[in-house]
């Protein structure tokens, strides 16, 4: 009798180790979501002017890399690369969500097709929120181009955090 007493006592140790494990990467992982949503959120407030600078300043450094390093003048084509900088960011901003989502919503008790679904749901809405956010911030405009991205960006992080990882 005193053994299983034992028995028990060790195998709720290791149960609550355990839950104390899966609590702490649901922690850290809705931390790092809500980072990423901060920053979305940041990047969205900016006005017209500040977040065309940004992009401005990455599109001039390709710019000069590429006529310094490459030879290949791209100065007429400045602003073809920029639309491709602001397009690429709003890709790669969301594919991180995407992952972000994802591990969040892995950390609970669902089916897996449950999680895709839910990430992708979650990114999608957190997407169009975000253009309706930039209709209010001036030299802003809310465009279904940018969600279309935002949302394959999500999308693809997703298929391919489940497939690559799982």
Do not use: P
Request: with cysteine; glycine share 6%; hydrophobic share 45%.
């Amino acid at each position: 009798m005193h053994g299983g007493i034992r028995k028990i006592i060790l195998t709720n140790k290791k149960d609550s180790k355990r839950m104390n494990f899966k609590n702490l990467k649901k922690i850290v992982y809705g931390i790092f979501l809500i980072i990423w949503m901060i920053i979305v959120f940041g990047f969205s407030n900016q006005n017209g002017k500040v977040s065309q600078s940004s992009s401005d300043r990455i599109t001039n450094n390709i710019v000069q890399v590429c006529d310094d390093y490459f030879g290949i003048s791209l100065k007429n084509h400045t602003t073809d690369i920029s639309f491709i900088v602001r397009k690429l960011a709003h890709f790669s901003i969301y594919f991180l969500g995407g992952v972000l989502i994802y591990n969040f919503l892995n950390t609970f008790r669902l089916k897996r097709k449950y999680i895709i679904i839910l990430s992708i749901v979650w990114g999608i809405i957190y997407a169009i929120t975000d253009e309706m956010h930039q209709f209010f911030i001036d030299g802003r405009a809310a465009q279904i181009r940018d969600v279309i991205i935002d949302s394959c960006g999500v999308i693809i992080a997703i298929l391919a955090r489940n497939k690559l990882i799982d």
